[in-house]
């Protein structure tokens, strides 16, 4: 029975593949859209609007990068904790996570930078309407990740 439980710590290597997947479709879907970008920059280089949607659709892209970023963190630690160490260069230290509470502390920091990168595509995007409630939103969830994360190491 031991050896059978063992065993069962390959079944994460799904959530790893899964999160590798999804972080692999928003790297290039990231791309595709810079690409896109590029393909347009001197419409967005004529006037005031233009740059300003080129800073909007910046951001966005930064936020595709975040997101695909988090979830290769979360495949790595996933690996590390449940299959095995992984040999990464020593640059790369930081990646390395010895429990789950490291995992959602990476984790936690990368939501709360992509919570900040859409709050400013929303404000940059603003043409007078309330951004204040949705800023308050943010910020509550922020707050609460903060506690969560205080009290979780309690």
Do not use: M, Q
């Given at each position: 029975m031991n050896r059978l439980v063992g065993y069962t710590r390959f079944l994460v290597l799904l959530g790893v593949v899964g999160n590798m997947l999804a972080a692999t479709v928003l790297f290039v879907s990231g791309i595709v859209q810079g690409g896109k970008v590029l393909l347009q920059i001197t419409g967005y280089l004529n006037d005031a609007k233009g740059m300003k949607r080129l800073a909007i659709e910046s951001v966005q892209l930064a936020d595709y990068f975040l997101?695909?970023?988090?979830?290769?963190?979360?495949?790595?630690?996933?690996?590390?904790?449940?299959?095995?160490?992984?040999?990464?260069?020593?640059h790369l230290n930081w990646l390395k996570v010895t429990s789950i509470d490291a995992l959602k502390d990476r984790l936690i920091g990368v939501i709360v930078t992509v919570?900040?990168?859409?709050?400013?595509?929303?404000?940059?995007?603003?043409?007078?309407?309330?951004?204040?409630?949705?800023?308050?939103?943010?910020?509550?969830?922020?707050?609460?990740?903060?506690?969560?994360?205080?009290?979780?190491?309690?």
């Open positions: 997101i695909a970023t988090a979830l290769y963190i979360v495949a790595v630690g996933l690996y590390e904790l449940f299959v095995g160490e992984l040999k990464l260069p020593a919570l900040a990168v859409t709050f400013l595509a929303v404000a940059a995007n603003w043409n007078g309407e309330d951004v204040l409630s949705f800023g308050l939103a943010l910020a509550a969830v922020i707050v609460a990740l903060g506690i969560f994360r205080w009290l979780s190491r309690g």
